[in-house]
């Protein structure tokens, strides 16, 4: 007789719902990013250190350039490979396709993402490539000494 | 026994939660987006040395070199054995990040203020590109603003 008055018992269970919602949307995020930066910079490429560089914080309108050194050494038939996007483009076409890119997007901003060991001898196009384009700003990609 | 149960049934409702346990999945999935925030903390952040070029409309035949400021440092970098030396109007040294930095930045205290000044790095066709950098590094330390990449000489 003691328990007619107990009022129902009620679930007393915090919602997690909507947290499971935010995280899920983070980790989409993440993942995302994640891929993205995979795209954008490829892999087996040793940056230089520079003592002197600085931040960008803004990162729009970027076009990275990676030059990834071949596997058996550099000679005249072992150029870097210059790969955009994952897509190699050959040097006799980077001055057109920058000019391209130039002008789909004026304000386009070139990030060289060379390995430290390339002779200047395959870089110096590249620069000459974007002079030609009209693409004034370039950044080469470094990293903190240490 | 079976008062009780007729107590119960009467009063009081017992919730019963028929939705699946969330709590395992809140668990994993608070563990996959920590491993993601800590691995992107990981990856050093990206360091730029930032270079304006002269953008050249219509080929590298048509560059004015008489645009750029009269007073110029041509940084001539050339590989001796497995070394790269900097070679200027009185210095030369393999000691890039060091003495080329020094001297390059007495340089510029010695110039007076407000004179415009041009920089040339010209590197030879087999200098690494981290010794390219390193000398524009160095120009960077020294307040240089106008810094130009020559192409290596024909061979």
Redo the contacts between chains.
């Keep these: 007789?003691k328990?007619?008055?107990?009022?129902?018992?009620?679930?007393t269970?915090v919602n997690?719902?909507p947290?499971?919602d935010i995280?899920?949307c983070?980790?989409i995020f993440?993942?995302l990013?994640?891929h993205i930066a995979k795209a954008a910079s490829v892999k087996g490429i040793k940056i230089?250190?520079?003592?002197?560089?600085?931040?960008?914080r803004d990162k729009s309108n970027q076009l990275i350039i990676n030059?990834v050194p071949p596997t058996g050494g550099y000679s005249n038939d072992t150029a870097p490979a210059i790969l955009i996007w994952n897509n190699r483009i050959p040097e006799s076409q980077l001055a057109a396709y920058l000019r391209k890119q130039k002008g789909d997007n004026p304000k386009i901003k070139v990030?060289l993402r060379?390995?430290?060991?390339?002779?200047?001898?395959f870089?110096?196009p590249v620069?000459?490539s974007?002079?030609?384009a009209?693409?004034?700003?370039?950044?080469?990609?470094?990293?903190?000494p240490g | 026994m079976a008062r009780s149960t007729k107590?119960?049934s009467?009063?009081?409702?017992?919730?019963h939660?028929v939705g699946p346990n969330?709590?395992p999945?809140?668990d994993v999935?608070?563990v996959?987006?920590i491993f993601?925030?800590l691995g992107?903390s990981f990856v050093?952040?990206?360091?730029?040395?930032?270079?304006?070029?002269?953008?050249?409309?219509g080929?590298?035949s048509n560059v004015k070199t008489n645009a750029m400021p009269p007073t110029r440092i041509n940084i001539k970098?050339r590989v001796r054995g497995t070394r790269t030396i900097a070679i200027l109007p009185g210095l030369q040294t393999a000691d890039l990040?060091g003495e080329l930095a020094t001297f390059l930045t007495n340089k510029h205290k010695a110039l007076s203020k407000g004179v415009p000044v041009q920089v040339f790095i010209s590197?030879?066709?087999?200098?690494?590109?981290?010794d390219?950098?390193?000398a524009?590094?160095?120009c960077?330390?020294a307040r240089f603003k106008q810094v130009a990449?020559r192409?290596?000489p024909a061979q």
């Design positions: 007789m328990i007619r008055g107990i009022k129902p018992m009620q679930d269970h997690v719902t947290l499971i995280i899920m983070l980790i993440f993942l990013v994640g230089p250190t520079a003592k002197n560089g600085k931040d960008l030059l990030v060379a390995d430290r060991s390339i002779p200047y001898r870089v110096a620069l000459i974007c002079a030609q009209g693409i004034a700003s370039i950044h080469f990609m470094t990293r903190r | 107590h119960k009467r009063g009081m409702h017992s919730a939660h969330m709590t999945m809140v999935v608070m996959i987006l993601f925030m992107s050093s952040p990206d360091w730029y040395l930032t270079n304006n070029t002269p953008a050249i409309k080929g590298l970098l990040s590197p030879s066709n087999g200098v690494p590109y981290k390219v950098i390193t524009y590094s160095d960077i330390q990449f192409p290596p």
